[in-house]
């Protein structure tokens, strides 16, 4: 299917690895040209330059910037301009329990995870509302909806990327301007993967059958039985980005391997 997105530009907030990166390739392979993000110089160099060897002729580059770094953001929104698709996909996590979540941890937490999206759609969408075309996608999770007790904090900010997605698109009324919220499920990303092979290690059994048992520990409902792979997030996410969506906006679409039990 052609996804009609060549000569496209997007700019993908986090993503050098992950989700981020799985829809930085498939954007590419799409033919649309690609700004990726990261808060390190050099990871950031080298997932551009493994996007280049995949993709040779492609247009690919990347700003660096930490988002819980102020100064970075400024500098950061400086330089975007003309971009047709907002992937905000930025985002970290931790295990805590909630009497020992300090206040600054929460306000870390949203910095980064809600108000990094909200200073994008900020600089962006008013772009998009002129020129009347444009994508902005929010990746959240299925914990906005099923709050883990032990990352209530993390739970909280995916939550409210959903709610800054639902206002956002009311204010696209008679566009073709779309705003859209994924809520990924349990995803075999970077980090995920170097926790469990280190787990799986210590206990000197194989990685599959230790990604197994945690499935069956943590989300036993699972339609899908197994981690999702990033490739099959960024697939929606793409499919979004794409003119062909353009019926789809203000919604919020599960890419969670069936772990939501609600309708």
Known sequence: MNLKLEGKKAFISGSTQGIGFAIAK????????VIINGRNEEKTNLAVQKL???????????????FGNKAEVTALLNQL???DILINNV???ELKDFETIEDEDWYRIFEINVMSSVKLSKKLLPQMLQKKSGRIIFISSESGVNIPGNMIHYGMTKAAMM???????????GTEVTVNTILGGPTYSDGVASTIEHIASLQNIEIEQMKSAIIQQTNPHSLLQ???DPAEIAS????LSSPLAIATNGSCLRADGGVLKTV
């Open 26 to 33: 498939q954007l590419l392979n799409e033919k649309a040209e």
């Open 52 to 66: 280049k060897d995949e993709f040779p002729n492609a247009a690919v580059s990347g700003i660096v910037c930490d």
């Open 81 to 83: 301009n003309d971009i």
């Open 91 to 93: 985002g970290i996590f």
């Open 163 to 173: 709610a800054v997605g639902n206002g956002l698109s009311k204010l696209t009324l």
């Open 226 to 228: 197994r981690f999702i």
């Open 236 to 239: 929606l996410a793409v499919y």
